[in-house]
């Protein structure tokens, strides 16, 4: 019983992170990398607490992070991505399977095109000049604590 007050911890920790995530790109179009660091850093504790075995499914979360992470590097490269949300993808990817991983992804770019078309007509309600910054850590974290609760939410469907 103690193993589960520990993974509602990690999972309290992790939602209470990417709220502050969200916060913090939608105020000042930054997430740090302190939190992002904190994220990752936590994903081994997550692994533990969830039983995972070191071979394969840890080295597989590892893949995966690195998987995610270089995908989106590229992109942050060709001006597509910031650096903060790319490192949040990255961190984020380290603790949900591939599967979930693939989920989360996908409605991150939905809500990547709500945050974005919300942002845009903000932009020129106000008359702003320029290229509106789009704050995708909104979005990410929002697909992030969606897949995450998707693991409480299901048991009672």
Known sequence: MSGEYFRLALTG???ALLIVAAITDLRA???????????????PLWWLAC???LWPDMAVQLLVGLAVFGLFAALFALG??????VKLLGALALWFPWQAVLSL????????GVVTLAT?????????TGQPE???GVAISLAALWVL???YLNQFA
């Open 13 to 15: 920790a992790l939602s």
């Open 29 to 43: 179009r930054i997430i740090s990398n302190r939190l992002n660091l904190t994220i990752a850093a936590l994903a």
């Open 51 to 53: 039983g995972l075995p």
């Open 80 to 85: 597509w991505m910031g650096g903060g949300d």
């Open 105 to 112: 992804l996908v409605l991150m770019a939905v809500l990547g």
């Open 120 to 128: 845009v007509a903000y932009h020129r309600l106000r008359h702003r």
């Open 134 to 136: 789009i704050p995708y």
């Open 149 to 151: 609760g998707e693991r």
